[in-house]
């Protein structure tokens, strides 16, 4: 506990200095809080942020989803914010990429690949939605399709961080047969 009160004075010396860009630091703060499994505060400050602010950042969407509902077993509600999320600001890649991910783990696949789709529909570019959509694929032993995912994303934007893990993704599949 030494550390996080340590981390929170800190913080707060930060928040005094610069009070300008509040959602940001209720997000921060709400982050550390669910770092620390102290859900509710994070929560309070995460809906806070989303209900009273006008100029709510698609990063609070991703965030409250991932550091609260999610690890607190409400995937749907996860869900249900992602989407909002992404309703909000159509070209924030996370939030598709967070809830197809929360979908597949929860093996709701159908849905899962929906929501990749809808990533890469809306923001084409969004390299990592591919990659995501991909490695899902793999797992589900769907390597022609994951293939043509990987492809794809060469195709729209070969010099992204994800075209370099298609590319490694490609290789292996190559060398597993």
């Not at 694929?137 to 075209?163: F, M, N, T, W, Y």
Request: include cysteine.
């Amino acid at each position: 506990m030494g550390d996080h009160a340590a981390a929170q004075a800190a913080f707060d010396r930060g928040v005094k200095i610069s009070r300008r860009d509040v959602q940001f630091v209720r997000d921060t703060r709400a982050a550390m809080y669910a770092n620390n499994g102290e859900y509710r505060e994070a929560e309070a400050l995460f809906r806070e942020n989303l209900t009273n602010s006008a100029t709510v950042r698609g990063f609070t969407f991703t965030n409250f989803a991932n550091y609260v509902l999610a690890r607190t077993n409400r995937v749907d509600e996860a869900i249900t914010t992602l989407r909002a999320g992404y309703a909000r600001y159509p070209q924030y890649c996370p939030a598709y990429d967070d809830a197809g991910t929360s979908l597949f783990k929860g093996g709701r696949d159908a849905e899962a690949f929906a929501e990749w789709e809808k990533g890469i529909v809306a923001v084409p570019k969004c390299d990592l939605t591919y990659v995501y959509m991909a490695r899902a694929l793999i797992e589900r032993k769907r390597l022609p399709e994951a293939r043509q995912k990987l492809h794809a994303l060469l195709k729209v934007s070969p010099e992204s961080d994800g075209a370099e893990i298609a590319k490694e993704l490609l290789a292996e599949m190559a060398k597993a047969g």
